[in-house]
Every structure is written in structure tokens, then in C-alpha cells.
């Protein structure tokens, strides 16, 4: 009861007053000079005292209480003689506690009615400075929750993929929004030997910083181990012993984790009582399950392994349950059946995770404070993948004019891929315009090193790439060319090569190791808006 | 592998000045450009005919710039024609065609710039 502590250690070890009225204030002031600040005595809300004032009112001697009350007797013990009830609004709000007299004479009626009147005044004023306190432990309470919800984001955040890994022939799309609670959930990317990698999504119970730092923990023990072990049911084992006994009891950490191999679609996977992953095929939606506890519950777990492989076109969904089991105002649960029904209705990929966001959205209504962590990851494997033809390979010496060469050669070689006449002049101006910056730029006009271009034939469109020596030296970014500053002689008429690359192809990638700078050019089949009228 | 740079023939015609632009404008096409625009009436239009060229990168538009603005200097209106619809069409990213009327041909270029 801590008002009732607050407000006796103000009140306690008043001596004694003066019989006048006038003489309050100054009583006061002695009062305050002779007083001993003695620790709060609690008073149980049961304690008979209470009862005993809120029937009667007015100053009481502790000797006159006929009460079996702790109170009462603690009070007794540290020599108090008098107590008067503090009343606010009709509330007992505290207790003004009295020693002896000085004089060590009893207390008159009129010191107690003199008591009774500096209580009706005191009470309204410690009334308020209760009601201050309390406010500003709630408001310190509040920002303390505050923090901790930064502090839970912050890590969170920390450990989620910054960007998503590239892999040839599928497209990766992955969305993560925090409850304002925040959860635990958690998804990672992890690169493995033989370029196969490994997909991860889980979820720790509990919110805040607890669940964070679990999910922390959980990350870097799987981040560690994967490489070694590489088996996802391994893996999970290893986990679930390492985080055995050393996360809090009654935390566990539910995770899915697989391991895909892109040339090839190959997926293995093991799964602690993680919410099962869709794949979407051309048969239907179907459910990856394999058994296994989550993650810290129990010692020494087995994982069953299990093995699938995700086919052109098809894609997979891991997800985590805070759109499953998120509810409508009437209290109705999104449900794994509706996320099924939509993966089967949308190809998966970004499209899906939008129409799975969208739904949701329209499930619960413009209201609805989000109630946990969601997550969605989905690969789709691209039809046809992996089917990389090399057009045309060749080099060419760094001599201002052979860019018309390597022109006319990329140009010959995508002669059967069948690109509409409009969009083939498109891109052999990019290929123009990038080998000459090759020649010029890269490789510094020196003749005898060489411009190598590939082309090549991929998922409906054509790479071109284009790779000089220019590596491990900053390239400058090129300024946006502005025709009227141009004319009015406030830029060089010069400075259009970029600017042409970037207006012509549908893609432009530029990558730089220590020693090579390489341009990709990407042009798609059929795609582009002047795709017809070649 | 240096191109030989290729002649541009400059005539006139009702009061224009016509340049017959070469095959290729880019870099080395620097001098002929420049003689030819010295070639220039005192005053009149400036007429480009695209009607041969076959490739135009970056130095030529480059090129082109410095031809425009120079004319624009002077008060020369200055129109084109000839131009494949790929070159049209990079003369209007690059914004070119704002400031240099595209025609069909010389009679249009000629009637109309």
C-alpha cells in the first residue's frame, strides 16, 4: 500500500502543538524542526483500523483503540500516542501520527480538535501530492515500456537480412513488420558451400527484449553451424541443445530451416514447430512437414529430414503466425486455411506477399492494432531457370571506333532471339555507348588492353556484359545531362553515354571487383513499352 | 582503328544552308563538322539531312549540341530530316527535338523549319 506509506512519512513525529489556533503555523514550523523521519508503516487494506475510521472521524489515542490490528500494534511499538485520520472527498486518504507530548502530558480535547482541523486542511494538499506522485510513476513507468520497445525494435532489426541474396533463376521477396509489442520472429539468408543456401524463419514466444535476445542468440547459433553441418535436421539438433537450458524457462524458439540448392531446385528442410511452408505448384498448394519440438524445450531432440524439390515456376511461402492468427473485430482468426487459398490464387513473390497484405487488411478492418510480429519470405523459382546460353563471346582491343565493332557483333548474335527491330537498335546503342566508355574510362585508351563482351540468352531476356579493366578505382557519378544548360554553355556538350545506356535497355547493372569493372545491359523479350512496333 | 573522316556537303537552298551529315558522327567527325558549319551562308536556316548516317554515339550528339548552340547564337533556326526512327527517337530523350524541328524529308524541312 504505498500511499498509505507515502503519506505517514510526511506525517510522522509531529510533537506537540501550541492550544491557540493562531499559533498552527508555528506549531507547524516547531514541528517540523523536532520531527524524526521514521520509515512508512503499511497498513494492510483488511486491517480493522481502516474499518475503525471509516465509521468515526477525528483524532484517536492509540491507548483507547480496542483493535486487533498489526497497525494499530506497530504503531504501539515505536511509541506513537495519537493518530489522526487524513480525509479527502470522504477517503481516508493517510494518517497523522503522534508521539508524546513534550510536556509528557496527554493530549487535551482541544490540542485534538486543534489536530482534527490541521488534518481537514493537511488532507486535501497531501490528497493532491499523492495524486502527483502517482502520476509520475505512471508516466516513468510508461517511458520505461518506451525504451524497452526501442531497445527490443533495435535488436530485432539489427539481425534481420539488411537485403536479399540474388540467385540466378529465382526471385526472393521477404516482408517483416513488427507488433507494437514486438515479437520474436525472425527469417535469415545464409550462404553455404556448393552455392547452396540455407532459409530460415522462426518465431520465439514472448515479447520485447527477452524475446529479441533470444532471437538473437538463436541467429548467430544457426548462422555458426550451418556451414559445418549443412544438414538442416543436424543443424536444428545442434540449436535446440545449445539453447537447452540456457534460455529462460518457459521460452522456446519455433523454426523452420531448409536448404535449397538453386541450379537445380532442390530443397531439404527440418522443421522445430514451425508454421508449416506452402509451395505453390502446378498441382495445387501443397504443405512441407517434418516433425520436430521447437527449439529449447527439451534436451537432446531428433529432427526428421525431409526433401522436395520446387520446379520451374513454383514457389514456396514460409511464414510466421501473425497473419494466421490475426483476428476481425468479431473476434474471427485469419486461419491457415485463407493464407492456403490465397498462395494457390497468386503466383507467389511479391505480388503475393501484397495480395496476403491487402486481404489481411481487409480481414481486420481500418482499426486493428496488430497483434504480432509478421513475417512472410517466398522464393519462386522462374520457368525455365538455369537455361543460360552463351550467344557470343569475344574482345576487342581499347581503340576509339571498335565500339562499332562490338556493336555489329552483338547485334549479329541475337539475330534468333528475335528482338522487334526498334528494341535491337535500342540495345545496340547501349552497347555502343558502354564499350566506348570501356575503351575511354576502364581501360584508358590503352590499345593493348582488351573490352570483353559476353552475351547471353536467359529467362526470356538477353545480358549483355561488358567488362574493362577499370576495377578498385571510385567511378565517378555521371551528372544528369541538361540540354538547356548545355546550350546556354553552363555544361560541356558532352556527357550523354550514360544517360543514352540508362534510357535504352530495361536493366543496367554495374559491378566492380579489385580488378575488373563490368556493366550488364538487360534487355527483355517482349517487355519494354515499344515492345511491338519494331 | 580510326575511321577516315567522312566528307560533309554543305549547299544551299532557298535561303537555308543544308549539311549532308556523313554516315557516322562520332569523334572523328569533329573537323568536318566544324569546316562544314564554317561553310555556313552569313545568314538563313541550318538544315541537317540524317538521310545517310547510319550511327550517331555520344560524341555526335555532343557534336550536334555544339552545332545548335552555336546557331542558336547566331539566330539561325535549325531543322533536321532524314533521321531512322531510332535516332528520332533519341533526339527526343535527349531533348534534342525541343529545339530542332524533325521533318520527313528536305521539301518539308525546306517549307516548314
Known amino acids: ?534 | 582503328m580510326a575511321e577516315t573522316a567522312e566528307r560533309a556537303i554543305v549547299r544551299r537552298r532557298n535561303g537555308a544552308t543544308v549539311i549532308d551529315m556523313p554516315a557516322h558522327i562520332d569523334i572523328s567527325t569533329e573537323a568536318t563538322l566544324d569546316t562544314a558549319y564554317s561553310e555556313l551562308a552569313p545568314k538563313g536556316a541550318l538544315l541537317l539531312n540524317f538521310t545517310a548516317t547510319e550511327y550517331i554515339n555520344s560524341s555526335g550528339i555532343a557534336l550536334i549540341v555544339g552545332m545548335l548552340a552555336r546557331a542558336r547564337k547566331e539566330g539561325r533556326a535549325v531543322a533536321a530530316y532524314g533521321l531512322s526512327d531510332h535516332y528520332r527517337e533519341i533526339f527526343e530523350v535527349t531533348r534534342l527535338a525541343d529545339f530542332i524541328g524533325l521533318f520527313p524529308n528536305e521539301q518539308a524541312a525546306v517549307a516548314g523549319h
Open chain 1, 1 to 534: 500500500m504505498m500511499t498509505w506509506a507515502r503519506t505517514l512519512r510526511r506525517v510522522v513525529g509531529l510533537g506537540t502543538p501550541t492550544a491557540a489556533e493562531a499559533d498552527i503555523q508555528r506549531a507547524a514550523a516547531t514541528a517540523r524542526r523536532q520531527a524524526v523521519e521514521r520509515p512508512p508503516i503499511d497498513i494492510a487494506p483488511n486491517d480493522p483500523l481502516l474499518a475503525y475510521f471509516a465509521e468515526s472521524r477525528g483524532a484517536v489515542s492509540l491507548d483507547e483503540l480496542k483493535l486487533d490490528s498489526p497497525a494499530v500494534r506497530a504503531l504501539r511499538a515505536r511509541g506513537s500516542k495519537l493518530v489522526v485520520p487524513l480525509i479527502s472527498q470522504g477517503e481516508l486518504i493517510g494518517l497523522l501520527e503522534l508521539g508524546p507530548r513534550l510536556s509528557d502530558q496527554e493530549y487535551s480535547r482541544e490540542d485534538r480538535r486543534l489536530l482534527d482541523k490541521l488534518a481537514g486542511q493537511a488532507a486535501p494538499a497531501v490528497r493532491v501530492a499523492q495524486l502527483v506522485r502517482e502520476q509520475e510513476a505512471e508516466v516513468r513507468a510508461r517511458e520505461r515500456l518506451e525504451q524497452e520497445l526501442q531497445v527490443a525494435q533495435l535488436i530485432q532489426q539489427q539481425f534481420l537480412p539488411k537485403r536479399l541474396p540474388e540467385l540466378k533463376g529465382w526471385q526472393i521477396a521477404a516482408y517483416y513488420r513488427a507488433a507494437r509489442q514486438v515479437g520474436g520472429d525472425f527469417y535469415d539468408f545464409i550462404e553455404l558451400p556448393d552455392r547452396q543456401v540455407a532459409l530460415v524463419i522462426g518465431d520465439v514466444t514472448g515479447h520485447g527484449v527477452p524475446a529479441a535476445l533470444v532471437m538473437a542468440t538463436t541467429r548467430s547459433i544457426l548462422r555458426g553451424d550451418a556451414p559445418r553441418l549443412v544438414s538442416p535436421a543436424a543443424v536444428l539438433a545442434r540449436a535446440n541443445s545449445l539453447l537447452h537450458g540456457d534460455i529462460p524457462r518457459n521460452m522456446f524458439v519455433t523454426c523452420l530451416y531448409a536448404v535449397l540448392e538453386p541450379a537445380t531446385g532442390r530443397l531439404r528442410y527440418a522443421n522445430a514447430g514451425h508454421d508449416l511452408p506452402y509451395v505453390r505448384g502446378d498441382a495445387g498448394v501443397r504443405e512441407l512437414r517434418a516433425r520436430g519440438m521447437p527449439l529449447g524445450l527439451m534436451a537432446d531432440m531428433a529432427y526428421e529430414e525431409k526433401e522436395t524439390v520446387l520446379g520451374p515456376g513454383e514457389a514456396i511461402l514460409l511464414h510466421s503466425d501473425g497473419i494466421a492468427e490475426a483476428h476481425d473485430p468479431a473476434r474471427n482468426m485469419f486461419g491457415f486455411p485463407r493464407m492456403r487459398e490465397l498462395c494457390a490464387r497468386y503466383p507467389g513473390g511479391q505480388g503475393l506477399i501484397d495480395e496476403l497484405l491487402s486481404d489481411l487488411a481487409r480481414f481486420t478492418g481500418s482499426g486493428w492494432e496488430q497483434e504480432d510480429d509478421i513475417t512472410l519470405v517466398t522464393l519462386v523459382r522462374s520457368h525455365g531457370s538455369a537455361q543460360e546460353r552463351v550467344l557470343d563471346t569475344f574482345e576487342i582491343p581499347s581503340v576509339p571506333g571498335t565500339e562499332r565493332q562490338a556493336m555489329e557483333r552483338v547485334a549479329a548474335s541475337v539475330r534468333d532471339v528475335g528482338f522487334p527491330a526498334r528494341r535491337l537498335e535500342r540495345l545496340k546503342t547501349a552497347v555502343a555507348e558502354a564499350t566506348m566508355n570501356a575503351i575511354e574510362h576502364g581501360n584508358q585508351g590503352r590499345a593493348e588492353l582488351a573490352v570483353r563482351v559476353e552475351v547471353i540468352a536467359m529467362d526470356a531476356q538477353v545480358i549483355v556484359r561488358i567488362t574493362d579493366h577499370g576495377g578498385g578505382r571510385e567511378i565517378p557519378e555521371a551528372t544528369h545531362p541538361d540540354l538547356e544548360a548545355k546550350l546556354a554553355g553552363l555544361q560541356k556538350p558532352r556527357g550523354w553515354g550514360l544517360f543514352l545506356i540508362k534510357n535504352m535497355v530495361d536493366e543496367l547493372r554495374v559491378t566492380s571487383d579489385e580488378r575488373h569493372h563490368t556493366v550488364e545491359l538487360v534487355m527483355r523479350l517482349g517487355g519494354g513499352t515499344d515492345g511491338g512496333n519494331g
